[in-house]
């Protein structure tokens, strides 16, 4: 202990390891080696003081270098137990670096890791998510089957906690305990089937490993989950991608019909009609109708495409593969760009893009021939990648090419490469054999290889040609007594064999030369290679067959030769040729058939790719890479001849939104409609605001009934509902509509939540209480929300909606008609920045419980407090023939879906004639959820429109591209987002505030140091700045240098808070807590633009 007080708190670790590395005595007797593990057995003696002394900064230090040593491959084992000690520390740093440690050793050293045990189950309940997650790592690399109990209850722990990260690592350690404990299969597939319900992308990679590893047989597991795996597949972790791609090839091939049917047509309409609809119903192709793409079929093309840009080359290969197994033959090609890019990455890379593209160009040579100098070899290629090159060269050739291929193998032939030269002449054979009109051509360019200086040139172009000649034997004769001539200049034994066998198989077409080889033969007989002995007696017992009189005595003389041959092989063939060709008395019955045994007529040889056959394995897997079966690869099954219900997939996908969907628009609410009593209590018209007041009781209550929510208690319900049925009574006497107008607006039951902001923006003038007043006009969003799911509701709130739909007035109960073209014209009031209003202890008592779902109740959605009126040019007068279009973002929430983002289209006649029937046309992606504008029937010229929109961007920047038609043109527009546009404010107290955020940490956060412009430093100027970027709610603060602002995103509801510190020196840092961390990075860069500038 004493040698560690001496340290200081940065250097002195370092400094007792480099003098123990320092120390090493190599000199001593014993040798270098005993000096050697002298040497480490101090390093490690030493790292044991830091480990057990009491400064944090030894420990962290010791700790670091550790992990350094394990990350060079060195073994620490031996100081396991002084790790372990410290597995209880406070310090985050020196916990998690100790959890590294202990996950690499745990299954090594079980014993003294089962002694912390009880440890690693109290980090399970951590308030730090990372300390969590390490724990059930090192749980989870702990393998002995005592602790299974342990294990499984810790991974279903996990797998319901709140961090994204623990519920990941739980997906993690689900394979680890299947290894371990078969057994627990069941168990495990219910944790995965839950884990895939998960929303967050952060997990749905691991889970699918899990699912893949676990239960890959299990699809029924993959129905319920299919398009939201579809959708968070842009934004899952690149490895996860590469996993859920491959899952979802095998499941479209056991769930969708073939596209590759003759005939096949591919109809987007069915695609919108199939997202559009809430309805069950789908277009189901009759037997004797031509072949319609499953929607769900091209959402998965349609998601994995924008993949194809993907900076990971696994990634790019695995859609590739998808696209190659799945897609219609007419849509491969899109893949094919990637691929040739991924030709530029490293050679380990190349080797695998260039075996799968070998394989896809066998099948479809034009997805590949308009590259085809990308895979012209290069000096610098490793000789493995110049034969792949050579391979989809030699595929790719066709009658059009085939000169420039020729011309580029000539060069490839004088390469020092003799492999590739041998395996380019190879190549040459193949074209020849494929291409007829090149055939002589590449035989007498190979003729011409024959008087090469090189050997293997040489020899490798002899056994081409023997092949070629084996196709057109009776044409070649000339060739063959062509190659007689060099005979005596080649001694590559394979090349002399080849001649030898030409020579015996076509003796009959050149009887004068034949004799004369096996003449020479019999010279250098005994000094020949076994090869070339073995073709000579062929030649000598074809010869002896065929012109006896001239080579009897030659070819005994060479099988006397043959008989005492210092080769068994040679011996053994002699005596056997001896006998079939000889005849005598030992003789068999095998005589009579010798010239049948010999001069048999032989198939010629196909030359053939070596990946013909390649396909029947999966693209990109490693069985295709090796062209064998692996352990654990899963065949990719054939197209089923009748596809599946759809209804597996459907009826999970709906009911959720039926039911989710109102009740995050009652939450939205439930704060503002606690703010519509307090307004009431200000009012002066007692009648109206009572009956509108208790109107929005009797809604809210309902709903809540019709919820599946427990917060609220009997007692309040019953009280609640029994003043709800007052004060609607009253709401009906003092209301002075009549039935046919309450039928008109039940038709119209998206037009009450567009009004209501009409009223709030003339009440806020009125009052001067900007607050509160903006609050009570959102309060009808609970009594629209309710009408939407009950028909009771409705007729209650038909008077209140009169009032509030009125145009803005004095008087509130104006029952006078205002089209929804008309409200587009009413752009919210800007307001100040929204404080908490003081609500009375009773109301404060009679409001608890109206939470309407298990979402937080401190962070309610309200209206925008900032309008800003950002227009953007969607379709210029010059493109669009005198038709010009604008749009913006107002901010409101959208009528049809609250999932939509709501936008603003002017539409505006720049002509000198009239426009008729604008309306949108087809839209991209074919799965956009888009709610188009009913059709503009007649625009006069100089005349404007403006009609509203609503989007689903999915919590995407994406654009949303879409055809906007008149009569006669299509004109392609485009609608961007920025990022802040796709937030909705969120009502929320500083308190709250915090707390969300501490939920937030870790990868939820993005922070970034930023120089504010000094016109910028004021509060209202910051909320301004803020706001004219992100559509949030100002939270309120009573620090002066601190700025927050809370939003929620449109489609998910996902929470975003923002928050700035104002430091010295006009510096400032800006933090995002979100879980949508892509929508962070992005709004943070707007902002910080935004706060920059003067």
Known sequence: MSTAVSYNDQGGAEAAVEAALESTPTSSGTGAAFGLFRTDFKKNEDLKEMLESNKESLKLEAMKRIVGLIAKGKNSSELFPAVVKNVANKNIELKKLVYVYLVRYAEEQQDLALLSISTFQRALKDPNQFIRASALRVLSSIRVPIIVPIMMLAIKEA?????????????????????????QKEHLIEVIEKLLKDKSTLVAGSVVMAFEEVCPDRIDLIHKNYRKLCNLLVDVEEWGQVVIISMLTRYARTQFLSPWKEGATFDENDDKSFYDSDSEEKKVPTEAGPYVMDPDHRLLLRNTKPLLQSRNTAVVMAVAQLYWHLAPKHEVGVVTKSLVRLLRSHREVQYVVLQNIATMSIRRKGMFE???????????????????????????????????????????????????????????????????????????????????????????????????????????????????????????????????????????????????????????FTTEDDIVKLQTVNLAAKLYLTNSKQTKLLTQYILNLGKYDQSYDIRDRTRFIRQLIVPGEKSGALYKYARRILLAPKPAPLLESAFKDRDRFQLGSLSHSLNIKAAGYQELSDWPA???????????????????????????????????????????????????????????????????????????????????????????KSSSES????????????????????????????????????????????????????????????????????????????????????????????????????????????????????????????????????????????????????????RQPCLYQPSMVAVQVILTNNSDHVLEEIHVGDRSPAGLNVHCFNAVERLEPEASVTVSMGIDFSDSTQAANFQLCTKEDRFA???????????????????????????????????????????????????????????????????????????????????????????????????????KSVMASMLLRDLKQALAQV
């Open 370 to 524: 308009p590259f085809m100098k990308s895979f012209y070899v290069r000096s610098t290629d490793a000789t493995h990648i110049k034969t792949l090159k050579l391979e989809i060269l030699t595929n790719l050739a066709n009658e059009a090419s085939i000169s420039t291929i020729l011309r580029e193998f000539q060069t490839y032939v004088k390469s020092q490469d003799k492999a590739f030269a041998a395996a380019t002449i190879q190549a040459i054979g193949r074209c020849a054999t494929n291409i007829s009109e090149v055939t002589d051509t590449c035989l007498n360019g190979l003729v011409l290889l024959l008087s090469n200086r090189d050997e293997t040139v040489v020899a490798e172009s002899v056994v081409v040609i023997k092949k070629l000649l084996q196709t057109q034997p009776t044409q070649h004769s000339e060739i063959i007594k062509h190659m007689a001539k060099l005979f005596d200049n080649i001694t590559v034994p394979m090349a002399r064999a080849s001649i030898l066998w030409l020579m015996g198989e076509y003796c009959e077409r050149v009887p004068k030369i034949a004799p004369d080889i096996l003449r020479k033969m019999a010279k250098t």
């Open 739 to 890: 039935e046919s107008e309450r039928k008109t607006k039940k038709r119209a039951k998206k037009a009450p939540q567009k009004k209501r902001e009409t009223p709030a923006a003339d009440r806020d003038s009125e009052n001067g209480n900007g607050p509160v007043s903006q609050e009570s006009s959102s309060s009808p969003d609970v009594s629209s929300s309710s009408e939407t799911d009950s028909g009771d509701s409705d007729s209650d709130a038909a008077p209140k909606k009169s009032a509030v739909g009125s145009k803005p007035k004095v008087e509130v109960k104006s029952k006078q008609e205002v089209s929804l073209l008309d409200l587009d014209d009413f752009s919210p009031a800007p307001a100040n920045i929204p404080t908490s209003p003081a609500f009375p202890s009773s109301l404060l008592s009679d409001l608890e419980g109206l939470s309407l779902s298990n979402v937080s109740s401190t962070v309610q959605v309200t209206i925008p407090s900032f309008g800003p009126v950002k227009t953007y040019e969607l379709l210029h007068h010059m493109t669009g023939k005198g038709l010009s279009a604008k749009y913006h973002f107002p």
């Open 973 to 1075: 527009v485009s609608i961007q987002p920025a990022v802040g546009e796709l937030l909705m404010p969120a009502s929320v107290t500083q308190q709250d505030f915090s707390k969300e955020q501490g939920k937030l940490l870790g990868m939820n956060e993005t922070s970034a140091t930023i120089a504010m412009a000094t016109a910028n430093i004021s509060s209202h100027t910051v909320s301004k700045q803020v706001l004219s970027v992100a559509n949030v709610g100002v939270v309120s603060s009573n620090q002066n240098n601190s700025h927050r602002f809370a939003g929620r995103t449109v489609s998910s509801g996902a929470l975003v808070l923002v928050s700035l510190e104002l430091k010295e020196a006009a510096a400032a840092l800006l933090t995002i807590n979100t879980e």
């Open 642 to 732: 009748v596809a599946p219900d759809q209804s597996a997939r459907n009826v999970e996908i709906v009911e959720p939104v039926k039911e989710w969907t109102p009740m995050l628009g009652k939450v939205k609410k439930s704060k503002p409609d606690d703010k519509f009593y307090s307004d009431d209590e200000e009012e002066k018209e007692e009648e109206g605001s009572e009956s509108s007041g208790s109107e929005d009781s009797s809604s809210s209550s309902d709903s809540t009934e019709g919820s599946d929510t427990e917060d609220e208690s009997s007692e309040e319900s019953e009280k609640t509902s029994s003043e709800s049925e007052k004060s609607s009574s009253e709401s009906e």
């Open 159 to 183: 797998a319901s906690d709140l961090s994204p990260y623990v519920r990941k690592t739980s997906a993690h350690a689900i394979q680890k305990l299947h290894s371990l404990d078969p057994d």
